[in-house]
């Protein structure tokens, strides 16, 4: 098939369509407008719905609305503005509502910058709304990887029933990359495959088939029941959905750690260094939640490697994920800025060096 | 021996766990009634609020959501939008429609979305045990205005029929009560006529209900239909707001 060069966010986008989505709820924000933008013309193409919402607050609950139904819809923001959607986040997960948000990250706190930035991992896998939920999340590297995922994204929601989250950055949105598109899904709501969506329930039906789509379980013994049941699909997703790639690991003595556009970063650190002679590999997980930890612990657990080194554009929020792994077996470092800037290949080069000079 | 009066199938047989004197019961009923009387055969969905009906779902014999506290308009735009030929109503609180949720019911309204909302005013936040509402009255003592509403600190009442009604794409706006037989007939009949605007597609419709709440009022049933005439009905005219479907 032919590769065509495309801008990240219109790609993204357009494979939603491709994978089946038909409701599209969002607002603007950068730097993913041009998904919207793209939605609000191609929806209409497809007889799908594009609806630019008063807020993300909005977007979010017409989601919760138009999945209850059955359909496959999508919303996608950056940081601020997926901050405001946590709160139909967590009625989705707890209504085990299928759906896939996108969150292409800019600077933070606040209104931080619009550049590409790492800052909301914390945000999108250990919580971000109320209450005990997961999110399958995943950090593509490239726009390729964002499209393949996209394809299988909502067929993973259904099977989980749980929302799926995109944690791209910026640069993923706003750069561009050729890219093979795949063929379009033909998608339509299947009751018998839904069991619990909205279809058209009519007195005189099993009662016990009626649709409600809700989250609250007031008594606390049938709450109970009901976390039961979402801890049993995150304990299911834990044994199956992990993602991750290495590159050259085998013989590392230094691994990285990093993901989404950062590991590509990583990557030509790791043949930079190979070519001084240095050995280092780099662990990627694409998948962040589940996270890889067992693949991890395994690839740093080989006897030659001496040294870990996580590096992202936040604080070092997946290094704490890195150090669970581990979980102390080797020394841990980690190297990265806040906000929206970028570590550069010498940058990480050095703090390798310093690490070596350690041994 | 005839049949004169049967309890509508639109309603479950669970309980309502409303208080004694509650309007919440009555406005259910007219509610599924009206449903009742248009046979949609299964082609209907509702959106229950967070306030003291966050149960609807267990009493409306239909599709329901339940949704956060004021998102049921955002969370049936997007039912109405995935499924167009089927009836969508919202049944919200004033805490629910005219506070938290004020961004989504305006919004609604001014798309133009297909729906038609249910506003139940009782003035006050009655899950919560009774604090001050957007909607409560001037003086009006709540647990969070012990000495009544004071217009200087926190405006007055708000009046969210005049205001949807301003809002060029809203449809029909009605303001009713259900303190006596005339005005539940007359509710109904709003109600409905809600219900059919929508299956005809035209544009936004909102039924505002004044309710009582004789527990957090702390009053007796019929005290509080007393206080609703005396108090609520003068400051909330009833009648219609806008009626872009009225015969000239
Ligand atoms: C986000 C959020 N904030 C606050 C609450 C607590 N809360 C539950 S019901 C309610 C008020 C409901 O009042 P109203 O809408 O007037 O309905 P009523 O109970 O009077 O019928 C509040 C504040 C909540 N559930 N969610
Ligand atoms: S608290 Fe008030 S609104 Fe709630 S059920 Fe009781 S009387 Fe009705």
């Known amino acids: 098939m032919a590769l065509t060069l495309m801008k990240g966010s219109e790609a993204i986008a357009e494979a939603a369509i491709r994978a089946g989505a038909r409701f599209f709820f969002g607002y603007p924000i950068t730097p993913q407008t041009e998904i919207p933008e793209y939605m609000s013309a191609r929806m209409p193409e497809v007889g799908g719905c594009y609806l630019q919402a008063e807020s993300e607050v909005a977007a979010i609950n017409m989601v919760y609305g138009a999945a209850g139904t059955g359909a496959r819809v999508i919303t996608s923001s950056s940081s601020p503005g997926v901050s405001l959607k946590q709160e139909g986040i967590s009625y989705c997960a707890g209504a085990q509502l299928p759906c896939v948000i996108l969150n292409v990250m800019r600077g933070g706190p606040g209104l931080g910058s619009i550049q590409a930035s790492q800052g909301d991992y914390f945000q999108g896998v250990k919580g971000g709304g109320n209450g005990d939920y997961h999110m399958l999340t995943y950090a593509p590297a490239s726009i390729q990887e964002a499209i393949n995922i996209m394809m299988f994204a909502f067929d993973k929601a259904e099977k989980y029933r749980m929302p799926v989250l995109f944690l791209a950055d910026g640069i993923i949105a706003q750069m561009m990359e050729p890219v093979e598109m795949p063929e379009m899904v033909e998608y339509k709501v299947d009751p018998e495959k839904k069991p619990w969506a909205a279809t058209g329930w009519k007195p005189g039906d099993d009662p016990a088939k009626r649709a409600v789509i809700n989250s609250l379980f007031i008594n606390t013994e049938e709450l109970s029941a009901h976390t039961d049941v979402l801890q049993a699909g995150y304990a299911e997703a834990r044994k199956n959905e992990q993602m991750w790639e290495t590159y050259k690991t085998e013989d590392a003595e230094i691994v990285l750690t990093a993901f989404g556009t950062v590991a590509r970063i990583a990557k030509t650190v790791v043949d930079e260094m190979r070519a001084q002679g240095i050995k280092v590999g780099l662990f990627r997980p694409i998948a962040v939640w589940p996270y890889p930890y067992e693949p991890l612990a395994a690839t740093v657990g080989q006897p030659g490697v001496k040294a870990v080194l996580d590096v992202e554009v936040n604080e070092g929020q997946m290094l704490e994920d890195v150090k669970l792994a581990i979980n102390g077996a080797k020394p841990v470092h980690f190297f990265g800025h806040c906000g929206s800037l970028f570590p550069t290949t010498e940058e990480i080069r050095n703090k390798i060096l310093e690490i070596k000079e350690g041994f | ?248």
């Not at chain 2, 249910?118 to 003035?123: D, G, H, M, T, Y």
Request: net charge neutral; with cysteine.
């Open chain 2, 1 to 248: 021996m005839a049949v004169v009066f049967e309890k509508t199938n639109l309603l479950t047989d669970k309980q309502f766990h409303y208080c004694p004197g509650c309007n919440h019961g009555i406005i259910h009923r007219l509610v599924a009634e009206a449903l009742d009387e248009l046979h949609l055969d299964g082609n209907v969905v509702g959106v229950a609020p967070v306030g003291c009906s966050v149960f609807a779902y267990d009493y409306f014999n239909c599709d329901m959501f339940e949704a956060a506290h004021g998102r049921a308009p955002a969370v049936a735009t997007g039912i109405k939008r995935a499924k167009p030929d089927t009836l969508v109503f919202t049944y919200q609180g004033d805490g629910d429609l005219a506070s938290i949720g004020t961004a989504e019911i305006v919004h609604a309204a001014h798309r133009g979305e297909k729906i038609s909302t249910i506003f139940v005013n009782n003035a006050i936040y009655g899950m919560t045990g009774g604090q001050m509402a957007p909607t409560t009255l001037i003086g009006q003592r709540t647990t969070t205005s012990p000495n009544g509403r004071d217009e200087a600190w926190c405006g007055a009442p708000i009046k969210m029929s005049e205001m949807l009604a301003a809002v060029p794409d809203s449809y029909y706006i009605e303001r009713c009560a259900v303190n006596n037989n005339a005005n539940i007939i007359k509710t109904k009949k709003a109600i409905k006529k809600a219900f059919q605007y929508q299956l005809e597609g035209k544009g936004f419709c909102m039924v505002e209900v004044l309710s009582t709440c004789p527990t957090n009022w702390g009053l007796s049933p019929v005290e509080a239909l007393k206080w609703l005439e005396d108090n609520m009905i003068p400051y909330y005219p009833l009648g219609v707001y806008k009626d872009k479907g009225a015969t000239k």
